[in-house]
């Protein structure tokens, strides 16, 4: 009976041909693994999921790439990010240069392509991509433009405007503002919406037509309007996509931010009168209806779909919305989603293309658009789908990150020790599974409502294991290392949120209550709770992220986060002074070297606060991983006091100054050489790259500053070279994580520290 019932749970298709949302329980996030999975094994070169038959830079092979990172956000697997990342290589050289790409067309379509590449370079902190970043955005600054200031579509339409443009260029325009701070560009940005919807949109339809001709000179422009004839679906929905996306990134602030509001409520009221009612989907041609030849069409269904989820979600606009976007999406899972007999699925009726004038002449009439090609699997409609799905599924975001990464056992059936999900390795699940992993939570917490580290929450446990944990609460042995205990009472926080179900507050509750029997007087947190025999671990830890976790899970209940909303003011206000102690704490500890504040140790003594010895090659030191993160937190506090911002510029101010440039770590094969503790087939080298990005070591010494190094016989080293081959090769000695302090830097100075830019000589 409970391999038959997993069996319903995680088939996907359960016959070859249309899969039906009555019979099954869709889950976005396994649709979208299955629509990715299909899109690979179709096209294993990214560059050919237009059917191109060679390589070629386009916003479609953009499409796909930023859905594949969208995915390798949720799931984590490798695979979905390799694929993006491939069609980055492919294209990218060393200087930033992109292949085969023609900047003096002005083609608008070839930006969207940079959109990924934010993610691409956040990962890598390769300069090639940010120098590709910067190329696409110069390209916006020499981009002609209608005598309001709105982009042309490309320098072959002179005058003309297009909804697919205001996708291609502006969510792409705003995210490089907000990145590097070029804030007068948000403007731009809202002018291009306002420019295009005051003179496409149709109060009476509700729709936006396809293009505006300024001049008025185009065959297929009204001569009053110089507006096309029709409303073309997936012109509308690369509008709607465009909105959603812009608003991620576009100040709270800005004043031009309630016109894009107020625009997206428009363009949504549009798609929900005309979504077909009995389908849930939306016709090629948006107002008309089953008219001789028209169709539902999936790329347009699928673009409407996510911008409804999305604009639900972030509250742009009501909730009833989410039933539109719903029905729309089982709409496409039911008519428009096709099982192969090779395991992959398709999505059908996708418009090849459409555009307006050109050679040949592209009318935009009714007759036009429905008499071009129709094609399975057109990446303009399966990006959007991934997206869509990824919005639809109904539990996401629950958090995972209380987990174990060794996750030997899952909810999903093994076959002579193959698991039969098809996606088991990834972290999504049913409803019904989400509370089995809840209960296995409650299993492991120990009665002092703490939990002990490295157990995989997720395992389906024997009889004789659930006695054993339930003997083992009694024990002592909890901590905070490695995420535990303060992800847990998270996802417990979710999961009643969810359910109502009382036993998960409680035990939420006590997990809480743990956290803050554990903060030392001085406001500090050890390791591990209740304290053990005295060693490192009772030092105040920020290793691993501890501490900052611990503090991160007190900011939401602080900042009334809906996941603790169940929490009474009692509780609130203990958990306000917890916060308040562990905030001085942290101010105490920043080191003091040369005179000046620096950063942080990995560990303090939890009694004078000084830099404390963690592991053998784990020295008192400034240690620039875990301060980044420190630092980042410190950021993400509102109304932040003098000591706040004083702590932040002086940390700044270190990374900045700590900088190793021309270095590059690489990993190497080597002969294998085996200790006491690992045998090693690898080493890790320094080269001198002056392409490289920079870099930080993980220690610096107390005093001097100077990069430290390590090993097992806590000598003090100067150079990677000096450290035995098993820590050399073990071990983190490098980090780039003081970048992301100082890319967020900016904003945040000019928001709280205007009076001092440490940054600027």
């Not at 347009?300 to 409804?308: D, E, I, K, N, Q």
């Not at 979600?313 to 009833?320: A, N, V």
């Amino acid at each position: 009976m409970k391999k038959n019932w997993i069996l319903v749970q995680l088939l996907l298709v359960i016959s070859i041909g249309r899969l039906s949302a009555q019979e099954l329980k869709i889950d976005g996030v396994k649709m979208a693994v299955r629509m990715a999975n299909s899109e690979i094994k179709q096209f294993p070169d990214p560059w050919t999921v237009d059917f191109n038959p060679k390589p070629v830079w386009n916003y479609t092979q953009g499409l796909i790439a930023q859905s594949m990172v969208r995915l390798w956000k949720v799931t984590h697997q490798q695979n979905y990010y390799a694929y993006a990342e491939k069609y980055a290589i492919h294209f990218i050289d060393s200087a930033g240069s992109i292949l085969g790409y023609k900047p003096d067309e002005h083609n608008i379509d070839a930006v969207n392509s940079g959109k990924f590449l934010f993610d691409i370079y956040d990962t890598t902190k390769d300069d090639r991509y940010k120098r590709a970043i910067i190329f696409l955005r110069d390209q916006l600054k020499e981009q002609p433009r209608t005598s309001e200031g709105g982009f042309w579509h490309k320098l072959r339409y002179p005058n003309q405007m297009w909804l697919d443009g205001l996708y291609m260029g502006s969510p792409f325009y705003a995210q490089y503002a907000a990145k590097f701070n070029e804030t007068a560009a948000f403007d731009d940005v809202v002018n291009q919406f306002v420019t295009v919807h005051k003179h496409t949109y149709n109060a009476t339809i509700g729709l936006n037509y396809h293009g505006w001709d300024e001049s008025k000179v185009q065959k297929w422009a009204d001569p009053q309007t110089g507006c096309s004839p029709n409303f073309w679906s997936r012109a509308e929905g690369w509008y709607a996509m465009a909105l959603v996306d812009v608003l991620d990134f576009l100040p709270q602030d800005h004043p031009g931010r309630a016109q894009l509001l107020d625009i997206l409520k428009q363009v949504a009221a549009g798609i929900k009168k005309w979504q077909d009612p009995s389908t849930g989907l939306w016709y090629q041609v948006l107002d008309q209806g089953n008219r001789q030849g028209n169709y539902f069409e999936a790329s347009g269904s699928s673009m409407f779909v996510y911008a409804l989820f999305k604009a639900v979600r972030k509250g742009y606009i009501d909730k009833e919305y989410k039933e539109i976007a719903r029905k729309g999406y089982e709409g496409i899972v039911k008519k428009l989603i096709r099982e192969n007999n090779n395991g992959t699925i398709s999505l059908t009726r996708c418009c090849s293309v459409a555009g307006l004038g050109g050679t040949p002449y592209r009318s935009g009439t009714y007759e036009y658009y429905i008499g071009e090609p129709v094609r399975d699997n057109d990446p303009k409609g399966v990006g959007p789908f991934i997206m869509a799905s990824l919005e639809y599924n109904p539990y996401w975001p629950i958090s995972m990150s209380p987990f174990s990464d060794s996750r030997n056992h899952w909810y999903g059936i093994k076959d002579g020790g193959n698991i039969v999900n098809p996606i088991a390795n990834q972290p999504v699940y049913s409803e019904s599974e989400i509370t089995k992993i809840a209960d296995n939570i409650l299993l492991y917490q120990r009665n002092n409502g703490g939990w002990p580290k490295n157990y995989d929450m997720q395992a389906i446990l024997t009889g004789e294991q659930i006695e054993q944990l339930i003997t083992a609460k009694g024990l002592d042995h909890t901590t905070f290392d490695n995420s535990t205990t303060y992800t847990h009472v998270q996802y417990l926080a979710q999961v009643y949120t969810k359910t109502s179900i009382e036993k998960y507050k409680d035990a939420c509750l006590r997990g809480l209550k743990f956290i803050l029997k554990a903060q030392y007087p001085n406001g500090g947190w050890p390791q591990y709770y209740p304290l053990e025999t005295k060693n490192y671990s009772s030092h105040i830890t920020f290793n691993d992220g501890a501490y900052i976790g611990v503090m991160e899970t007190l900011k939401k209940i602080n900042d009334n986060d809906p996941m603790f909303a169940f929490i009474g003011n009692d509780m609130r206000k203990a958990v306000k002074n917890a916060f308040d102690k562990g905030l001085e704490c942290i101010l105490k500890c920043q080191i003091v070297s040369n005179g000046r504040l620096t950063a942080w140790c990995q560990q303090h003594n939890e009694f004078d606060l000084k830099p404390a010895w963690a592991r053998a090659y784990e020295m008192p030191s400034i240690c620039n991983a875990e301060s980044a993160q420190i630092a980042l937190f410190l950021m993400s506090l509102d109304n932040p006091d003098k000591r706040v911002i004083g702590a932040v510029q002086s940390a700044v101010k270190w990374f900045n100054e700590s900088k190793i440039y021309n270095t590059r770590i690489k990993e190497v094969s080597a002969p294998p050489e085996k200790s006491q503790w690992r045998t090693s087939t690898i080493d890790k080298i320094a080269v001198v790259d002056s392409t490289a990005p920079p870099i930080w070591t993980r220690y610096y010494e107390l005093e001097t500053e100077r990069p430290l190094f390590s090993d097992r016989n806590s000598k003090m080293l100067y150079s990677l070279t000096e450290v035995s081959r098993e820590r050399r090769s073990g071990y983190s000695w490098y980090t780039y994580a003081p970048q992301t302090a100082l890319d967020k830097y900016p904003v945040w100075q000019k928001k709280w520290a205007t009076e001092k830019n440490v940054l600027e000589k």
